[in-house]
């Protein structure tokens, strides 16, 4: 492997392997730019922004995740108290709603609403057959140009099992329920569910037959995925200079602990009573969307791909957080009726979702690339479909935007806006990566002020 053959996208290979790495100053030519895009409204830049959606369901208590005062020097309340190390990289948006996700003459299902219009700002058909239309997501817009650039388009999350079919809210298909994206009107984007399978998915090389040996091997003789590319990465090695040399070691190492965290979940499954329980699924949730973000970071590192939507849990999820003292379904206890014992257990399960996003972001921080961080170089969405989930309310959303957008984006602020449709915050974060979108969904226009 000559130093001149080495293409944009750099990869450890071996039997069934392709390990994508992230960018090494010491393989980058020139200034930066790596190759000019065909499409020449985007460029293959050696630091892309990255786009991701993660959603939190049932609605939060909006009293302890809106800060007090605008501006820079916001306060951050009880809910968003763990974003503190990352307060600097966030703009706290409020005012933003989905108003297709309102009944709007069709009666009850909120929840699967909610989902449903997340990220195509569209009303869902009412139906629970095969006949589903809501509308292209925002994230799949953006994957039909960028994707040209990376191995995967897009990638998509949950910590749910995924359901296709069947009534789930009030004669809506469970399709809108547990899907966030949407290739068409009428297409999902399944996400995935099983570290494990994701894990193999960005690691693969795709190449017939061999994935399967690969696994097969890696079983048998209890291997490391990096086994299989021991030789590429020491044939690598000789052209990287001594930083470089580091941060490939420091990345293998953060792949190789990903690796043990899946295998501990995979022998915690095989010995769990009788249990249908998925391999790969960690023990507990908490660890399960930790895991899931870390993949999330890997693919980003790597530019694997671009983009991203990760279902924490589908609206109307009644799951327990035994981790945070609540033993009561999420869902139930969400028609609180004002019961403050309930809005307090409330309060308890959105920190906890909060606390894990602001450990993704911690980690996106710790990330070096170029002058910056990979933090830096992303448009990182946290927010639900629902603000109040005692009233089932769709306007005043909790919504967080995390990331400078690779400079463009103001942040370390809370902005409030008059009603505003969601989606010209998406149209705006569309712009900035360079896809020239007219509308999505209800959209009025691009959302101004955010940046820098």
């Known amino acids: 492997m000559s130093k001149s053959s080495l293409s944009r996208r750099y990869f450890l290979r071996g039997l069934g392997t392709a390990i994508a790495l992230p960018t090494m100053e010491s393989l980058v030519p020139g200034a930066g730019i790596i190759r000019a895009a065909e499409n020449k409204s985007v460029s293959a830049l050696s630091k892309p922004i990255r786009m991701a959606f993660v959603y939190m369901p049932n609605g939060v208590i909006m009293d302890h995740w809106t800060p007090k005062s605008t501006g820079e020097k916001f306060d951050l309340p009880k809910t968003l108290s763990p ?13 933003l709603a989905h108003e297709k996700a309102n009944a709007n003459g069709d009666g009850g299902g909120d929840h699967a609403r909610a989902n449903a219009t997340f990220l195509t700002g569209c009303q869902a058909r009412k139906t629970a057959g095969a006949d589903i239309h809501v509308g292209k997501s925002v994230d799949q817009m953006a994957a039909d140009v960028m994707g040209q650039f990376t191995r995967l388009p897009s990638l998509e999350l949950s910590c749910d099992e995924g359901r296709k079919a069947g009534s789930c809210d009030s004669g809506y298909s469970c399709s809108y329920q547990y899907n966030l994206a949407w290739k068409s009107e009428t297409s999902p984007m399944t996400p995935e569910r099983d570290p494990r399978l994701v894990f193999d998915r960005l690691f693969s090389n795709e190449m017939r037959g061999e994935v399967a040996e690969q ?18 990465t020491q044939r690598m090695s000789k052209y990287l200079g001594r930083s470089d040399r580091d941060k ?11 690796e043990r965290q899946i295998e501990g979940a995979e022998k915690y499954a095989a010995k769990a009573p009788d249990y249908d329980r998925p391999s790969g699924i960690p023990k507990t949730y908490e660890e399960h969307i930790r895991v899931m973000f870390d993949i999330m970071s890997l693919a980003f590192q790597t530019d694997t791909t671009r983009i991203s939507t990760f279902l924490m849990a589908h609206d109307g999820s009644n799951r327990s957080f035994n981790e945070v003292g609540v033993s009561d379904g999420h869902h139930g206890i969400s028609h ?6 309930k809005k307090d257990k409330l309060q308890k399960i959105d920190q906890f979702y909060v606390t894990q996003f602001a450990y993704f972001l911690e980690r996106m921080k710790s990330i070096p690339e170029g002058d910056g961080t990979l933090l830096d170089n992303c448009m990182i969405v946290l927010g639900g479909g629902i603000s109040d989930g005692n ?5 005043n959303l909790p919504v967080l935007l ?3 957008g690779g400079g463009s984006l103001k942040t370390g602020r809370h902005v409030s806006i008059e009603q505003t449709p969601m989606t010209n915050l998406y149209l705006s974060m569309l712009e900035t990566m360079g896809v020239d979108a007219k509308s999505i969904g209800d959209s009025t226009g691009k959302l101004r002020g955010l940046t820098a």
């Open 215 to 232: 696994r097969a091997k890696r079983d048998l003789y209890n291997k490391s995925i990096l086994d299989f590319v021991r030789e590429d």
């Open 391 to 395: 009233r089932h309310q769709h306007t």
């Open 248 to 258: 490939m070691d420091e990345y293998l190492t953060t792949i190789r602990e990903l």
């Open 336 to 341: 609180h009726q004002n019961n403050q014992e």
């Open 83 to 95: 974003l503190e190390a990352v307060r600097g990289d966030l703009q706290i948006l409020t005012g």
């Open 402 to 404: 995390a990331g400078k």
